[in-house]
């Protein structure tokens, strides 16, 4: 399994773009790159998964270059609700669920007023 | 909506106590897991479940075990509780996915004391 890396920590403010790194140099060919976030004293909840280039949803957008060696989570104008842990996961193809996960520590972003 | 219940949001034992965690989901989902999340050590898995009947050690499995006997519930067990195992306890569940798809639906969490 690919492993990740990603900062321990982020501060940003209030409207700003947050952008949250994710190395996974070794990823296979078929894995999927996948986000969760975890709000304090809450269970992590997926936000977004991709495969390469640009995915974007309601929540935020991923961005995956062409070696794939690494992931950006990017969350447009944050506010102080955006304040929790960011996960990122490297996800091999399979069926039947053999699939282990792996959350590790995450990323803890704060947003200040 | 996807629910993930687990029995109890806040739980205190004694030293030596059998503890049992139950969580239930709602959907159906093939595959159940069991975390705990520590500060500084982030989520780590204890065992994880294919299916009924059928479970497999993570990471952590040392002073647990589990039961899958319905497709709904996976139990955790603390077949005797220590200081050490005081921590936030996630379950959660997934129907696995074909290319990689891995959405996984947690629960609120069940954070044990033990004393």
């Known amino acids: 399994l690919a492993k990740t890396t990603q900062p321990i920590s982020m501060d940003s403010y209030e409207g700003q773009e947050v952008n949250i790194t994710c190395s996974h140099n070794?990823?296979?060919?078929?894995?999927?790159i996948t986000w969760y976030q975890q709000f304090p004293s809450q269970g992590p909840r997926f936000i977004i998964q991709g495969y390469k280039t640009k995915v974007t949803n309601e929540v935020a957008s991923l961005f995956i270059p062409a070696d794939r060696k690494s992931s950006t989570l990017s969350l447009p104008r944050v506010s102080l609700s955006d304040t929790a842990v960011y996960y990122c996961?490297?996800?091999?193809?399979?069926?039947?669920?053999?699939?282990?996960?792996?959350f590790g520590r995450g990323t803890s972003l704060i947003v200040h007023p | 909506d996807v629910k993930v219940t687990q029995s109890s949001r806040y739980l205190v034992k004694r030293t030596g106590e059998k503890v049992f965690l139950e969580c239930v989901q709602d959907m159906d989902h093939e595959n159940m897991f069991w975390y705990r999340q520590d500060p500084g050590l982030g989520l780590r898995l204890i065992y994880f479940s294919y299916d009924v009947k059928m479970k497999e050690k993570g990471d952590i499995p040392e002073g647990y075990s589990v039961s899958r006997e319905k497709k709904e519930r996976f139990s955790l067990i603390l077949e005797s509780a220590s200081t050490n195992q005081t921590s936030m306890y996630l379950c959660a569940s997934r129907t696995p996915g074909l290319a990689g798809e891995d959405e996984q639906f947690f629960g609120p969490g069940t954070r044990l004391t033990v004393l």
């Open positions: 996961l490297v996800v091999p193809p399979g069926v039947g669920g053999s699939y282990i996960p792996t």
């Open positions: 070794n990823i296979a060919t078929n894995d999927y």
